[in-house]
């Protein structure tokens, strides 16, 4: 699989903790509960091996999706509690080429070697996106 695509949508998806407010705290440190940080431990544990996008019959027909890897490294940050750019995130995710494209074949999920389940991680991004635009709509109204 030629991946030289996928590191330019990594930087897409801001693959780091991005900060709008100065640190409140005493320190500058920004603390999790074990609550939170469980909801990152599994998507944290991506090595970027790239198997999932061999294994990814989407990212074999469309080459613009964004893939498994980075659905998974997005869904990262989107869920630690630190992190402050999930909006922006979610624009390059549900925009063109982006989750949607993604039909839950769930080989990606098969052939990673640290059980990340990033097919998994897909959905619930999905499932992000149309709250997201849920709350667009009402809030319209």
């Avoid at 070697?113 to 709350?135: E, F, H, S």
Wanted: overall charge positive; aromatic content about 4%; hydrophobic content about 30%.
């Amino acid at each position: 699989t030629d991946i030289s695509d996928v590191f330019e949508k990594m930087r897409g998806v801001i693959p780091q903790i991005s900060r709008n407010q100065k640190v409140s705290t005493k320190n500058g440190e920004h603390l999790q509960t074990p609550a939170q940080l469980k909801k990152i431990n599994q998507p944290s544990q991506c090595i970027k091996c790239m198997n999932c996008y061999s294994a990814c019959p989407a990212y074999g027909n469309n080459k613009k999706f964004i893939g498994p890897m980075v659905g998974a490294l997005a869904q990262r940050y989107n869920a630690d509690s630190r992190d402050q750019s999930k909006a922006k995130r979610m624009d390059k995710i549900v925009g063109k080429d982006g989750v949607w494209d993604c039909s839950f074949v769930g080989e990606c999920s098969k052939v990673c070697p640290k059980r990340v389940d990033p097919a998994t991680t897909m959905q619930r991004l999905k499932i992000t996106g149309v709250l997201r635009l849920a709350k667009k709509i009402i809030s319209k109204k």
